[in-house]
């Protein structure tokens, strides 16, 4: 997997966008970036993923900069219940088969 | 929506019983995967399944866990001699088949304490 760099932590007001930012500068051409989320203790929840082009699903939006070495994951309007460790991952399984491996994420609190 | 389904969600064990960790993937998926979580730290990949045999298995995974597909639609971990050290979530997850993006779905976790 390519290393992935995440802030520790951020905060976001009820409504509003949230903007969580992912590092992968050494990805490779063949990797795909992966944005899941563990709410408390529960499973990680599959959010998003993207190879070249930016992706929309009902959930998020996933922007991928033209080198790829940078992503955004935007949720549009946060809740309360986006309240959540977010995860961002780049893997192939080329690269490192059937494994995800999960790095520390970021902690995003929707605040009222 | 379909669900990975895991049984029991909290089972409490003494250190050096075996447990029964147990899963119902999607069911159209064709891989199965263990992850585990101790508390405060990083989700843990633990083996991935396919075909009736291990496909892949981490450094975590040595002989005290086996999986099995005993039937159908279970798939199951089991921990033998558990340790203090072993308890953790644990989450099954599944996923169609791999190549290209590979999307997994996890369970709502077990949750193993062992005393």
């Known amino acids: 997997d390519a290393k992935t760099t995440q802030p520790p932590s951020m905060d976001c007001a009820e409504g509003r966008a949230a903007n969580l930012p992912c590092n992968h500068s050494t990805i490779s051409g063949n990797e795909y970036v992966y944005w899941y989320r563990q709410i408390h203790s529960q499973g990680p929840q599959y959010i998003i993923h993207g190879l070249k082009n930016n992706e929309t699903n009902e959930m998020a939006s996933l922007i991928i900069t033209e080198d790829r070495k940078s992503s955004t994951l935007i949720l549009p309007h946060a809740t309360l219940r986006d309240t959540a460790v977010y995860y961002c991952i780049a893997t192939s399984q080329e690269t490192s088969g059937s494994r995800l491996t999960f790095g520390e994420g970021t902690q995003l609190t929707v605040n009222p | ?115």
């Open chain 2, 1 to 115: 929506e379909p669900e990975v389904t895991q049984t029991p969600s909290h089972q409490v064990t003494q250190m050096g019983q075996e447990v029964i960790l147990r899963c119902v993937p999607i069911s159209n998926h064709l891989y199965f995967y263990w992850y585990r979580q101790i508390l405060g730290q990083k989700v843990e990949f633990l083996v991935s399944f396919y075909n009736n045999e291990i496909s892949e298995k981490s450094e975590i995974f040595d002989d005290q866990f086996s999986v099995e597909r005993p039937d159908g639609s279970n798939f199951t971990l089991k921990i033998r001699s558990t340790k203090l050290e072993d308890s953790a979530m644990y989450f099954c997850a599944s996923s169609v088949g791999r190549g290209g993006a590979n999307v997994l779905t996890f369970g709502a976790g077990s949750r193993l304490t062992v005393l």
